[in-house]
Nanobody, 126 residues
Framework: QVELAESGGGSVQPGGSLRLSCAHS????????IGWFRQAPGKEREFVAA????????YYAESVKGRFTISRDNAKNTVFLQMNNLKPEDTAVYFC???????????????????WGQGTQVTVSS
């Protein structure tokens, strides 16, 4: 059973930074992706960033390119989402998810992911 747990959310002012962590366990293979998604009230869950670690490829939504960076500490089974220059529209619950044997074309699609964390709130407000 794969388990994921997010941490690092909070409240910041516009222009501030946060680093989210996703600790994952229960899977020892290398053909998987860890993705970050977010969901604001009344909106659908949307893709933020993902990493396909067998090839070291990362993906980003256009809205966060240049501001967010996904990375991992393989020894700690932890994936990070560094978020800089945060904007009010980044306010949402952020989820990490694991997609086992996920195909490339599904990397940014929530339906491609098998396991989800509980989410962590990020609020950007002055």
């Amino acid at each position: 059973q794969v388990e994921l747990a997010e941490s690092g959310g909070g409240s910041v002012q516009p222009g501030g930074s946060l680093r989210l962590s996703c600790a994952h366990s229960g899977y020892t293979g290398n053909r998987y992706a860890i993705g970050w998604f977010r969901q604001a009230p009344g909106k659908e869950r949307e893709f933020v960033a993902a990493g396909r670690w067998s090839g070291g490829t990362t993906y980003y939504a256009e809205s966060v390119k240049g501001r967010f960076t996904i990375s991992r500490d393989n020894a700690k089974n932890t994936v990070f989402l560094q978020m800089n220059n945060l904007k009010p529209e980044d306010t949402a619950v952020y989820f990490c998810a694991a997609g086992l044997n996920i195909i490339t074309s599904m990397t940014s699609n929530p339906r491609g992911y098998n396991y989800w964390g509980q989410g962590t709130q990020v609020t950007v407000s002055s």
